[in-house]
C-alpha cells in the first residue's frame, strides 16, 4: 500500500480534503465512461497545478511510428495510440473579476470528490477563498449516459458566501490538445470546421493517418436559484477551439449554476458527412429529457447492472469498496454492444499500454463477462478475434511463418501487431494459447457450440499451425522444443522451454485436432467449407500431433516441479522475504539486466499455466508448485495478485488468499505499484471478481455442471454473488456458518458442491 487517503464506503469512492500531490492520482481513480467513451476525472474549471488532462472515445487510435534505438527486421511500423480527445468538460469560471482556479485559491476547505458507483456519477464540492477575499462554495455533479452513450452531461454550481458576485461561465470545446503518451510529438488531430447555432456549438475533426472524422458538441445553459435565465452568450470561435460566455449577478447566499451537455459523435456509428446532424439530434434529445431526468435515467441504467454483477462482502467495508469499484471500472469500459470494440488494460482512464488490446481480455476478462452478462458479450469478444484473423495471419508470415500459421498481436487496435519492444513482439507467443483458450471456456461455461464451427475452428488451425512450425526438434533431448521465448513473467527474456509457454502450445494442438474432428462428424458443411478454405491434410495434421506428443517440460526432480524455464535453477534462488524493502518496486529500482538475471517474478507464470489447466493436475502438485514459485514472485503486474489468491483458495491457504485478494481488489485505490496517476488496470479487475468466484466461491464447470467448493475469509461476516449459467441465474450465499443457493428461472440446475450433488430449483433456497 503506498497511499490511504481513499475513504472506506460501500458504494462509493470518496476524498476528502483537497492535495495538489494527489491530483493525478484521483483523476485516475475518479475515472467515469460509458463503453462508448470515458475520461479522467479532471476540473472542470482552470486547473494549473500539475494534472493529466484525458479524454477518450472508444475505437479511435492513431499509429504512432515506432521508435526505438536499433530497428530489427518484423518491428512492427507503429504502436497504436487510444487519442486524448477534443475536451467537451471545460467551463471556464470567473468570479468578480477572477479566475478560479484551485491552484491559486487563498485556501480550500470542505473539499470532497465522491464516485457514486451504485448510481454511475461523480461529484466534487468545495469551499474557497479566492485571491479578492471572495468566498465561494462549489458543487459540481457530472455523468456519462449510459442511455445516451453519445452524452455527457455536468452541473455546474456556485454560492457566493460573504458579498455578492458577477460570474461568467464560459463554457467550451477545445481540440487543440495533446497526448502525455507520444513517441514523436506528432499532431493527432486535424480540425476541420468551428461552428455554433442557437447556443449549440461543434468542433468537427479527424484523426491525422487513421481518419477518424468526429465531431465534439456542446450545449448549455444558466440558472439563478434554478429559475433558467434567457440570455444570448458572447461566441469567441478560434481556429481549434469555440467558447460561450454567460454572465450572471448573484447575491451572497444564492446559487447561480450552469447545466452543459457535451460528448462526441463518430463515423464508426454515423455517416462522416452527417456528424454535426447527429450531434444536434443527440443535444435535443438530452435538452428534451432535462438534466434530472437523463440522470434518473442513469441511476435505474446502473441498477440494472449491479442486479446481476454486484458482489455483497458483509463485515469488511474496504473489501466490498474493492470489489465494487472493480465491476464498477470494467461496466465503464466495456458493455458488449459493439463487437469491434475490446478492452484495453487502463479503459478510458489513462494513455499507458496505447488503450490497445492484449491477451489479458482472453485470459481474464471474458470470464466475467460470460457470467454477468448475456452470452452475446463474450461471444462479441470472440469474434473480435476471428475478424482479426486474416491479420494474425499476415503478422505470422512478417516472422516468417508460412501456411496460414497464425500469430495473434501482443498489442493491436485492428489486429495488426503494434507492440514495439523486441522481446514482447517477437517472444511473447504465448499470447496465442490465451485466445484458443478463451475458445475452450466459453463453449464449457455457455454450452454453445456454434461458434466453434461458425468462427472458432478457423482460429484454432491457424493457431496449431504456428505453433507446429514455431516448435524445434532437439537430437539432444529427442523431443520438440521452443526456443527464445518470453513467459508471462516478463522479468525473463530471450529463455528456452518456458514452461507454460510449451504447455500451451502441446493443449492449442490437442484441442484444434480435437475440434477438427468434431466438426467433421457432427459439422460436415461447416468442415467442408473450412476444411476447403485452410486446405489442411493428413499429413499435416500428423505432424502437429508428433509436435503435441513429443513436447518438452523441464522438470526438477530435485524440487518435484516443472522449471519456469531451462535455466531457472542457475539463478541465486533468494526469496523476495530476503529482498531489501528499499529495492521494491524492482521494475522502479532495478536496471533491466539485473532483473534479467534475479530469481524474480513479475506474475504467475508456471503458475498460470496450473490456473488454466487445473484439471490436469493434482492439488498435491498445484501446492509443490504454489509453494516453490509463489516466494519468487514480486507481483508487480496488476495480473498477478487475482491467480495466487484463487490458488491459495484451493489449497485452503486462506491468510494468503485474503492478502492477494486484498492486493488485487484495492491494486489501484492504494496504489500498490506506485503508478495509479497513470490511469486504472482495467482488465486485472476482472481478475479481482474471479477471485472472489473462482477462489473463494471455488466455481468450476465440469463436465457440463457448475460445482463450488465454497470457503470465506475469517475477516467477513458473509458474501454473495450472481453468475448466469447457460441463461440460468444462479446466486450464492456464503457465510460463516452455511452457503445457500438460490436459482432464477424455470427449470432445475442440478450442480455439485464440495463433490456432493445438488438439485436447485427455481425460487426455492437450498442450504448447505
Known amino acids: 500500500m503506498n497511499q490511504d487517503y481513499i475513504q472506506p464506503d460501500n458504494w462509493s469512492i470518496i476524498e476528502e480534503g483537497f492535495d495538489a500531490d494527489r491530483v493525478k492520482s484521483s483523476e485516475s481513480l475518479f475515472s467515469i465512461g460509458n463503453g462508448a467513451m470515458g475520461q479522467r476525472a479532471n476540473f472542470e474549471e482552470q486547473y494549473t497545478g500539475p494534472t493529466f488532462q484525458g479524454s477518450y472515445i472508444a475505437g479511435v487510435y492513431y499509429p504512432d511510428k515506432t521508435r526505438v534505438g536499433w530497428w530489427k527486421n518484423g518491428y512492427p511500423e507503429y504502436f497504436a ?188 456509428n454515423h455517416d462522416k458527412n452527417q456528424l454535426v446532424s447527429a450531434a444536434k439530434k443527440a443535444l435535443d434529445t438530452a435538452s428534451n429529457l432535462g438534466f434530472q431526468a437523463l440522470l434518473n435515467n442513469q441511476k435505474e441504467a446502473w441498477s440494472k447492472i449491479w442486479e446481476m454483477s454486484d458482489i455483497t462482502i458483509d463485515g469488511d467495508v474496504k473489501a466490498q469498496q474493492g470489489i465494487r469499484f472493480n465491476i464498477f471500472q470494467l461496466n465503464q469500459t466495456y458493455l458488449g454492444k459493439d463487437s469491434t470494440l475490446n478492452i484495453g488494460p487502463k479503459g478510458f482512464t489513462g494513455e499507458k499500454y496505447g488503450g490497445s488490446t492484449y491477451w489479458d481480455t482472453e485470459a481474464y476478462c471474458i470470464p466475467f463477462y460470460m457470467a454477468t452478462k448475456d452470452q452475446k458479450v463474450a461471444r462479441n469478444l470472440l469474434q473480435y478475434r476471428y475478424n482479426h484473423l486474416e491479420k494474425a495471419i499476415e503478422n505470422a508470415e512478417k516472422l516468417g511463418f508460412n501456411n496460414g500459421a497464425a500469430l495473434y498481436p501482443m498489442v493491436t487496435m485492428n489486429g495488426e501487431e503494434c507492440h514495439n519492444e523486441w522481446e514482447i513482439t517477437f517472444e511473447e507467443i504465448h499470447r496465442n494459447g490465451a485466445i484458443a ?90 468442415y467442408l467449407r473450412i476444411s476447403g478454405k485452410t486446405k489442411i491434410t493428413d499429413s499435416e495434421l500428423e505432424a502437429w500431433k508428433k509436435v503435441a506428443d513429443n513436447m518438452f517440460f523441464p522438470y526438477s526432480e530435485k524440487h518435484q516441479v516443472y522449471l519456469q524455464q531451462d535455466g531457472f535453477l542457475d539463478k541465486e534462488l533468494i526469496t523476495v522475504a530476503d529482498l531489501p524493502k528499499e529495492d521494491r518496486p524492482i521494475n522502479q529500482k532495478w536496471s533491466w539486466d539485473r532483473i534479467l538475471r534475479s530469481p524474480y517474478i513479475k506474475q504467475a507464470d508456471t503458475l498460470q499455466g496450473f490456473y488454466f489447466f487445473e484439471d490436469q493436475f493434482s492439488t498435491e502438485e498445484l501446492k509443490r508448485h504454489f509453494d516453490f514459485y509463489e516466494p519468487f514472485t514480486v507481483h508487480e503486474s496488476s495480473l498477478s495478485p487475482c491467480v495466487h489468491s484463487i490458488q491459495a483458495a484451493k489449497l485452503d491457504q486462506m491468510e494468503q488468499a485474503y492478502t492477494f485478494y486484498l492486493r488485487t481488489s484495492r491494486l489501484d485505490l492504494d496504489d500498490y505499484n506506485k503508478e495509479v496517476e497513470e490511469g486504472l488496470h482495467i482488465t486485472s479487475m476482472a481478475g479481482t471478481w474471479m477471485s472472489i468466484v473462482e477462489g473463494f466461491g471455488g466455481m468450476r464447470v465440469k463436465n457440463d455442471m457448475l460445482n463450488f467448493e465454497p470457503r470465506i ?42 463433490n456432493n450433488p445438488i438439485t436447485v430449483s427455481p425460487n426455492n433456497l437450498v442450504k448447505i
Open 713 to 754: 475469509p475469517k475477516e467477513w461476516d458473509a458474501y454473495s454473488f450472481k453468475v448466469n449459467f447457460r441463461d440460468q441465474i444462479l446466486k450464492v450465499n456464503v457465510s460463516q456458518a452455511e452457503t445457500t443457493f438460490e436459482l432464477e428461472g424455470n427449470t432445475d440446475l442440478n450442480i455439485l458442491v464440495n
Open 437 to 526: 483458450f478463451a475458445i475452450f471456456n466459453y463453449y464449457r461455461y455457455t454450452g454453445d457450440y456454434s461458434y466453434i464451427p461458425e468462427m472458432g475452428l478457423e482460429v484454432l488451425i491457424g493457431i496449431a499451425r504456428f505453433w507446429q512450425q514455431r516448435a524445434t526438434f532437439s537430437t539432444d533431448k529427442n523431443k520438440y522444443v521452443i526456443l527464445g521465448v518470453t513467459g508471462p513473467n516478463e522479468y525473463e527474456n530471450n529463455i528456452n522451454n518456458n514452461f507454460y509457454t510449451n504447455y500451451l502450445a502441446k493443449w492449442c494442438i490437442d484441442y484444434a485436432l480435437e475440434q477438427i474432428e468434431k466438426v467433421k462428424e457432427g459439422y460436415n458443411d461447416d
Open 81 to 268: 495510440k487510444v487519442l486524448n480527445a477534443p475536451n467537451w468538460i471545460g467551463i471556464n469560471v470567473e468570479i468578480n473579476g477572477e479566475q478560479l482556479d484551485l491552484n491559486t485559491c487563498v485556501s480550500v476547505s470542505n473539499f470532497r470528490r465522491e464516485l457514486n458507483m451504485q448510481e454511475g456519477w461523480l461529484s466534487r464540492s468545495f469551499t474557497a477563498t479566492l485571491q479578492n477575499k471572495l468566498e465561494i462554495e462549489v458543487k459540481v455533479l457530472r455523468f456519462l449516459s449510459l442511455d445516451l452513450d453519445e452524452v455527457g452531461a455536468i452541473n455546474y454550481q456556485i454560492t457566493p458566501l460573504n458579498e455578492k458576485a458577477t460570474i461568467k461561465f464560459q463554457p467550451y470545446l477545445d481540440s487543440g490538445i495533446t497526448n502525455e503518451d507520444t513517441n514523436w510529438d506528432d499532431q493527432f488531430w486535424d480540425t476541420l470546421n468551428v461552428s455554433s447555432e442557437n447556443e449549440q456549438a461543434f468542433i468537427e475533426a479527424k484523426t491525422m493517418k487513421t481518419a477518424f472524422h468526429t465531431c465534439t458538441f456542446m450545449q448549455s445553459s444558466v440558472f439563478v436559484n434554478n429559475a433558467k435565465q434567457e440570455q444570448t452568450p458572447e461566441i469567441d470561435k478560434q481556429a481549434n477551439a469555440i467558447a460561450f460566455t454567460y454572465t450572471v449577478s448573484v447575491n451572497s447566499g444564492e446559487t447561480a449554476s450552469i447545466q452543459k451537455f457535451g460528448g462526441y459523435t463518430v463515423d464508426r
